[in-house]
């Protein structure tokens, strides 16, 4: 199965309210992990499973140029976490500011996603994921600038 859809991962919420990881999701380091189609995102996998460089993301899936789109992602700036609504529906979202690399000429080819993680958290997994982004189909850029721009309602959401 490839790329189909943007979820966030079962287990960062089972292990939140479980106490067995610990996530930071707005002080943390979220970075931002180009994929090709190779991957195939499940959202069901244990957290160990989510991490960068693990499982379905590992590095051989991965699409970077070296120098401006660095293997590992580039990061998230200005992360928040908010939780809105009222009685009845809350909305916990995750966003940031749009994850653009660093020049003007990068080449990236067959992009279909993004691992979005945390690139600062150590134990009990590190690199842990939050969440996955399908970018609806391949997406190229040659010589130019790749700039994630999130959806107006953040990179995830989850509602109660």
Not at 78 to 102: E, I, K, N, Y
Not at 103 to 123: H, K, M
């Amino acid at each position: 199965m490839a790329w189909s859809n943007s979820k966030g991962f079962g287990a960062l919420f089972e292990d939140a309210l479980e106490n067995t990881q610990a996530f930071d999701l707005s002080g943390g380091t979220p970075k931002a992990a180009l994929y090709n189609n190779t991957t195939a995102p499940d959202e069901t996998v244990t957290t160990a499973n989510t991490a960068y460089a693990v499982g379905q993301w590992v590095v051989g899936n991965e699409v970077d140029d070296g120098t401006n789109w660095d293997t590992g992602g580039e990061p998230i700036t200005t992360p928040t976490f908010a939780r809105t609504g009222a009685t009845g529906s809350h909305v916990l979202t995750l966003d940031g500011v749009d994850t653009p690399q660093g020049g003007a000429t990068t080449t990236l080819a067959a992009v279909f996603g993004t691992l979005v993680y945390d690139d600062g958290q150590t134990t009990p997994v590190a690199n842990a994921g939050y969440a996955y982004v399908y970018f609806g189909g391949t997406q190229d850029v040659t010589a130019g600038n790749f700039t994630i721009i999130w959806h107006t309602n953040g990179i995830m959401q989850m509602s109660f």
